[in-house]
């Protein structure tokens, strides 16, 4: 059996190792314990497809306009907010609206790549037992297994970086503006959010939609399987 296992992990990384080498390996991706050659190839698929997956999420919500030019990610004001939004563009202050849109658009693609290395250390911590889970849920049962198990690291990470980013880029004091230049008109409503809390809660949506969106194509899609372990694992 040992052998067998060794001859798989030498395929799937297409060169020959040395025991010690695989032992490290194997190691490393948390197959030392496994049991069969079917099992080790089956989460080594699928942690490659994760790897895979989640840097292109990350790569493509960490760049200039990653939520801002998606209609389906990009952070708008709340829905408590749209008496203050229509409000400020009839007294000809939309200007205002859109940049304050703009600026937490850019704090979340700013906190994104802080993604990457959280993602990295599910992904190292899964198992054969949930990796068969995995491939045999649903088209977005890895995304929801990174949602279940990163969500709470992920947005104690993300909620400094916004902090930052927020204030760098003018999303507070374009709240602060917006808000008292709105409380100003006549009858206005008082109205407040949390604006660090939010940016960072539809950062997070944006996130896994998009990683979801990637887990679709890598399942669905043969032209999205770059690699021969992908093509074998998942056309299975």
């Known amino acids: 059996m ?3 296992v060794a001859a798989a992990a030498c395929l799937l ?8 080498q695989l032992g490290d390996w194997l190691e490393k991706l948390g197959l030392d314990d496994v049991v069969s050659v079917d099992d080790a190839e089956t989460v080594a698929g699928l942690k490659e497809a994760l790897f895979i997956g989640s840097e292109n999420a990350v790569m493509q919500t960490g760049q200039l306009d990653g939520y801002f030019r998606d209609e389906v990610i990009k952070i708008l004001l709340p829905e408590n907010f749209e008496i203050v939004e229509q409000g400020m563009r009839l007294i000809g202050q939309g200007e205002l609206v859109d940049e304050f849109v703009l ?5 979340a693609e700013t906190a994104a790549p ?23 849920g649903g088209d977005t049962a890895a995304t929801d297994y990174f949602r279940a198990e990163t969500s709470e690291q992920l947005a104690v990470a993300f ?16 709240y602060k503006e917006l808000v008292g230049r709105y409380q100003s008109v006549p009858f206005a409503q008082s109205i407040a959010f ?11 949506d944006g996130l896994f939609y998009v990683l979801a969106k990637e887990e679709r194509k890598i399942r669905t899609d043969p032209a999205a399987r770059v690699t021969e372990l992908l093509q074998r694992v998942f056309s299975n």
Not at 118 to 128: E, P, Q, S, V
Not at 194 to 204: E, H, Q
């Open 194 to 204: 949390d604006v660090d809390d939010y940016v960072v809660g539809k950062g997070l």
């Open 13 to 20: 990384l297409g060169s020959a190792l040395a025991a010690s």
């Open 2 to 4: 040992r052998l067998l």
């Open 159 to 174: 909620l400094p970086v916004v902090q930052r980013a927020t204030e760098q880029v003018g999303a507070t004091r374009k």
């Open 114 to 136: 802080y993604a990457k290395e959280i993602f990295w250390g599910a992904i190292k911590r899964i198992d054969f037992e949930d990796a068969r889970g995995i491939l045999t």
């Open 103 to 107: 600026s937490m658009n850019r704090a």
